[in-house]
């Protein structure tokens, strides 16, 4: 089925899937849709389509179009925008304002046009804060942080159409909080009543150009299987070491195995790094602390006093020892000073008889022991034996512990003689920031080496 809108001079007709998101986005029960799936499924021509019509046909609305980079937004999605003004011949009833990113329309209504980034100089979108807008739609949504997401949420609110709250959500397939809150959901049929996800591929647009699906074809791994396919549960390389489900299965899981209590500490005194400190119990992480900047001092007053308060001894502390962490070892001489590049632990094997024997030992083929420590996490994890209670830090920071757990990877698989993992330089490029949350999960698994 194929819907019409005519506004002249010409008609737009929609696919079944565009149809589809529409009445979604129209009716009186949903307030969020994500319409994701392949490149080239017409999410942007969809999202761009619906804020124009909503804003021609109700005056002194407000509308908002999102993404994670402003400048990408006018390099395209924008573009996109006066695309489908042109197709349906309106762009006399609208003024574009370069200068303020807004898009005024003759009736009273606006689109804002809004920039979605996480930057560390506004980490709360204190930016959206003093917004009130009817709807919006957030283009790319899988390169847009969940925070962006669950602040514009809230800003949905002024003169709302039929009383409801919408946002419509265009992506391709991206293993992040988008598979967790729509995908996942959908899959296992437990999507709240007034979320939908409307999946779509570039072969059920029929207007897309023949060459470019020809393209698509010449995809291979998991470009062919995101781009192409739209497919959301693509495996990644084989060299990640945590699955993802298994990632997502930490988060709310309460049952993993406790007993002392310890804390990991991986310290950063300023920049771009953040201070982050990891209580446990057992192998369920309970609370993190996190700090963006700290100086030296505060450093050991914050781990003595996170200590003090869950009773851990100290030495079931364990903190970075390379970098700015060494000098806390004077002070905290009973504590496990971690130092990433230092040889594997040579662990002691308990002999399974009735009587003490002598003790041999297992040399590890690990490169170092920050490797034989993330092998051991990776092992955990991916047999379910990990929890992450979701206090309200955990919850503002969970995209980016999940971001920095699917960043395990082997490196130099074709070495028979040791086990490596890739960088933390190239954890860094592939993430645009320091894997800070990651490092305190590593240095925790320290303590289950010693045995």
Known sequence: MYLSLSIRPMQITLTEKQTKAFDYLEDKTTKEILFGGSAGSAKS???CLWQLLRRLAHPNTRGLIGRAKLTDLKNT??????EVANMLGVNHKFKYNAQNNRILFNNGSIIFLKDLFLYPSDPEFVSLGSMEITDCFIDEAGDVCEKAYTILRTRIRYNLINGVPKMALGANPAQNWL???FYKPFKDGTLPNDRKFVPSTARENKYIPHEYLISLDKLKG???ERLRNGNWDYEDDNTV???YDAILGMFGFEYAERGQKYISADIALGGADLFVV????GLQLLDVIVLPKCEADEVLTVLKDCADKHQVPYRNIVFDGDGVGGYLRGFLRRSYKFN???SPIIAKKKQSAGYLMKKSFITPDHANLKTQCAYRLADLASNGEIGITLTNTIRKYQDRIQSELQQLKRDKVDNDSKLYIISKEQMKENLA???DFLDMMIMRMVFELEY
């Open 179 to 181: 598979y967790r809150e």
């Open 45 to 47: 021509f969809t999202g």
């Open 241 to 243: 070491m945590i699955p």
């Open 77 to 82: 999605t924008l573009m996109t925008f006066f």
């Open 433 to 435: 920031h320091s894997p």
């Open 340 to 342: 990433n590049g230092s």
């Open 222 to 224: 998991i470009d062919r």
């Open 278 to 281: 990891g209580v446990w119990d």
